[in-house]
């Protein structure tokens, strides 16, 4: 993998004019005040470094919206573009395209045994949508469970599963949608003390929900499987399996929601198959094609498949499949197994990134946890250790949220890209970076703390 450190960027300040201007004269930005912003313009990118206008170059710790897999300008995938549009640049869904098949075939393919077939959406909360929809058409039943701290995107049934604050403006939406808690080992809901106790508590919890909530109304179940934007939650031992054991006890479809986390940002294809279990329908987007194209999807397991083979589908899409994204999807496959993403992924989160967030915590009296797997981790900060009280409220915002929002803007000034959310920073480079960049990448966040350090 190549060293993205860049140098020597020209500025160009009449471009930068230019590109601010027409932005803030005529974009409208989303979840945004309007007048409120100032998006920063964008000049070019490569690998897993991105640069402005006036010359100024960033780190991508965040792959800018966890999507951007394979970096910024990945040839392979640039190629296979301009490949496929200069051969057939677009064709409507009904009709077999050589691309889509083939991306169709090679996702099935690691999704495991039992899957054959692969819905195409464009993206990743019309990949929610169309899931549910399967569930309540096989099942004949309505309601859906998802929990609190969860993301799952903006249309109207996917944004009433979301757990978090962006749900709240958008109700009521779609009303036969009920939430639960699910495991937080670190701010337990269950006042567990082990990962085994947060796993059995939580499930009796969900458990109870479903009886309470009705059994017989409940067509499933949509958990990320890593829980992403909400805090890097990883599933303790055995909880996974009890939602399927659950599932299947009670007659519900268990979604696995793996926008963010499939297609190799925590080592695997699909996050599931870090825990041994295995899902009824599985939503996927962003990593797919690293979002260079919109794509996303539903891989359907064989039994809610057969369902539709002679009752049809009462859901479709104009751009579904479209050959110029599967065409970088089917490029993101070749690429991953050409380069060994996987392995490399497992290798830099146990090797580099695992021991160096050890170090950072130890050296920081803000940071009360780490997690992660893979190029998938959360810094936790909070004002103190001892009570686990957040460096910033919950949905904070304004002089409340000022402390992480420094620390951001100390990255930025160090040149690097982060992310972050509530009192959290997130790291979720692209998979292609270099350790060094990996590693200078996080130098710049262990300087940065110091800011938190400070509001103790």
Same mark, same amino acid.
């Given at each position: 993998?190549?060293?993205?450190? =860049? ?17 803030? *004269? ?11 912003? #100032? ?39 640039? %190629? ?52 549910? %929809? ?9 309601? /859906? ?66 009886? =309470? ?43 696995? #929601? ?18 041994? /279990? ?36 009462? *859901?479709?899409?104009?751009?579904? +499949? ?104 997130? /790291?979720?480079?692209?998979? /292609? ?7 200078? +990448? ?15």
């Amino acid at each position: 993998m190549t060293d993205t450190l =860049l140098t020597g960027i020209a500025p160009d300040l009449d471009a930068d004019a230019r590109v601010r201007a027409d932005d803030r *004269g005529h974009v409208f930005h989303s979840w945004s005040a309007q007048a409120l912003i #100032d998006p920063l313009p964008v000049a070019g990118g490569d690998g897993a470094t991105f640069w402005d206008y006036q010359g100024q170059s960033y780190l991508d710790f965040s792959s800018q919206l966890v999507n951007l897999n394979l970096g910024h300008q990945h040839p392979d995938l640039v %190629r296979a573009i301009q490949d496929q549009a200069g051969r057939l640049a677009t064709i409507q869904p009904s009709m077999a395209n050589d691309a889509r098949g083939d991306l169709a075939r090679r996702i099935a393919g690691v999704a495991g045994d039992g899957f054959q077939k692969v819905f195409f959406t464009n993206g990743g909360a019309d990949a929610n949508e169309n899931a549910v %929809r399967m569930a309540r058409l096989v099942t004949g039943r309505r309601k /859906v469970l998802s929990a609190y701290r969860s993301y799952h995107g903006n249309t109207t049934t996917a944004i009433s599963l979301t757990g978090d604050p962006r749900r709240w403006p958008n109700e009521p939406a779609d009303g036969s949608v009920a939430h639960f808690f699910g495991p937080y080992p670190y701010r337990s809901a269950f006042h567990a003390t082990t990962p085994e106790e947060e796993t059995e508590r939580a499930l009796a919890h969900l458990e109870q929900t479903i009886v =309470l909530e009705g059994a017989s109304t409940i067509a499933a179940i949509i958990l990320e499987t890593i829980v992403g934007t909400n805090g890097v939650l990883i599933p303790p031992p055995g909880y996974l399996a009890g939602v399927r054991e659950l599932c299947d006890r009670y007659g519900i479809v268990y979604i696995a #929601d793996e926008v963010m986390v499939g297609f190799g940002r925590v080592g695997e294809w699909f996050a599931f198959q870090a825990f041994d /279990v295995q899902p009824d329908l599985i939503t996927f987007a962003k990593g797919v094609n690293s979002g260079y194209v919109p794509l996303g999807g539903v891989v359907i397991s064989d039994r809610i498949a057969a369902h539709f083979d002679t009752v049809a589908f009462p *859901g479709g899409l104009t751009y579904s +499949g479209h050959p110029l994204a599967c065409a970088a999807g089917v490029a993101t496959f070749e690429v991953f197994e050409r380069d060994g993403i996987l392995e490399r992924v497992r290798d830099l989160g146990d090797r580099v990134v695992a021991p160096k967030l050890a170090e950072i915590a130890q050296r920081h009296p803000s940071v009360g946890d780490v997690r992660g797997m893979g190029l998938f981790w959360a810094i936790e900060l909070v004002k103190d250790r001892e009570t686990r009280e957040a460096l910033v409220p919950f949905n904070a915002s304004g002089a409340d949220a000022a402390p992480v929002a420094a620390v951001a803007a100390a990255c930025k000034r160090d040149g690097l890209w982060p992310f972050t959310h509530f009192n959290r920073v997130h /790291v979720a480079p692209p998979l /292609v970076i270099s350790e060094d960049d990996l590693v200078r +990448g996080l130098d710049v966040i262990d300087r940065a703390l110091s800011i938190a350090d400070s509001h103790l």
